[in-house]
């Protein structure tokens, strides 16, 4: 009997001991799980914090970037400028800082300049000699770029063309505008319709510069505003904003077309618009069908209007036989290749004796 009691109380004890030594075990899995959890859950709060750091250095040197690489200097004022010959008060205050707008505007509006010179290349060799034939300054080719870029455009007033003019003021000035022609998409035409405006204003205004702001305000208004204030000086006189910026950014044009690179404008001429080689024909009798007609010129459509804008519909009537002269194109010209062969392909950049190896 001692003895099945001494081999029960052993069982016990060893029970015991057994009890104890699993729950030293769960313990110590349940504190080592502990561990694992408090080194993973540190992992990523480590992973976290390197990430945000990381995210924080890198937008530092974005931004860095932005500031070394992107700069803007304030552009260079002339010390003397004029238009058509007559000086502009550049020692006037209000002068120069309305000169210096349209300057900032056209120096910083990269596109639109950009197309002007584009543009000019092709168009300037047209206007230029239709304006020294009538006598007017070289400088009212600006006008025309100021007014238009030399996109053939309509303002919400009505007027249109590259000269922009109103129905009324075109058709006083020698212009047929009809439903089906308008011949203020004429270049040639609408400069020579300018040009008799030009020197009707300027033979009341004797000043070019009024001639100027004229076209712009009309005649009516600049002559009441000389008259209230009693001033007969475009720069000195009060207009409403459109026609106080308008000299100015005429102004701004020349400046920056013939000193590009001062501006930060470094163009190669090969890059502008070519002149493209035409030839013409003469109608006098109706069209019905112009998309007919083109085609039978081995062209289409879209070139003849491209070449002849002031087309306005898909016909041409004429029925008092009138003569009408439609501009073509000369076989091949329409391809690039063909209109870059007549073009230098210099590396000087325009209208300046640097070239790409000097600023590389």
């Known amino acids: 009997m001692q003895t099945v009691k001494t081999m029960k109380t052993v069982q016990t004890m060893q029970t015991v001991k057994t009890m104890k030594i699993l729950q030293i075990m769960k313990n110590m899995k349940k504190n080592i799980n502990f561990f ?13 914090i390197f990430a945000m750091v990381d995210k924080k250095q890198t937008d530092t040197a974005y931004h860095n ?26 020692n006037l205050f209000y002068v120069k800082e309305a000169f210096e707008r349209e300057i900032l505007v056209n120096t910083f509006y990269h596109s639109s300049t950009i ?34 870029n030399f996109a053939n455009v309509a303002s919400p007033s009505g007027a249109e063309g590259f000269w922009q003019f109103l129905k009324p003021t075109g058709i006083k000035y020698g212009l047929e505008i009809t439903d089906e ?34 076209f712009n305000r009309g005649p009516d ?29 005429i102004l701004a044009m020349k400046q920056i077309y013939y000193h590009p690179v001062l501006y930060g404008f470094y163009l190669r001429e090969k890059e502008f618009y070519p ?8 109608v006098d009798s109706t069209i019905d069908d112009l998309p007919s007609f083109a085609l039978n010129m081995n062209i289409n459509y879209r070139v003849l209007r491209e070449f002849n804008p002031w087309l306005r519909r898909y016909n041409l009537p004429d029925k008092s036989k009138k003569t009408y002269v439609l501009k073509l194109p000369k076989e091949g010209y329409l391809r690039v290749e063909v209109l870059l062969k007549g073009i230098p392909q210099t590396e000087y950049f325009f209208h300046d004796t640097l070239s790409v190896y000097d600023i590389r």
């Open 221 to 249: 208004g600049v002559s009441k505003a000389i008259e209230r204030q009693k001033i007969s000086n475009y720069y000195d006189l009060y207009f409403v904003d459109e026609t106080s910026r308008y000299v100015y950014r």
């Open 36 to 48: 694992l959890a408090g080194v993973v859950g540190a992992g990523l709060v480590g992973i976290f």
């Open 65 to 90: 970037l932005f500031s070394r690489d992107y700069r803007i200097f304030t552009p260079q004022m002339p010390a003397k400028m004029d238009f058509a010959g007559e000086e502009v008060p550049m």
């Open 115 to 148: 197309l002007m010179f584009k543009r000019a290349n092709r168009w300037f060799p047209v206007i230029g000699p239709i304006l020294k034939k009538n006598g007017i300054p070289d400088d009212f080719k600006f006008l025309a770029l100021a007014e238009s």
């Open 181 to 214: 022609v308008d011949e203020r998409y004429n270049v040639e035409k609408a400069t020579e319709a300018a040009c008799r405006y030009f020197l009707e204003a300027y033979a009341e205004y004797k000043s070019w510069t009024l001639v100027a702001a004229a």
């Open 275 to 282: 002149q493209i080689p035409t030839y013409t024909i003469s």
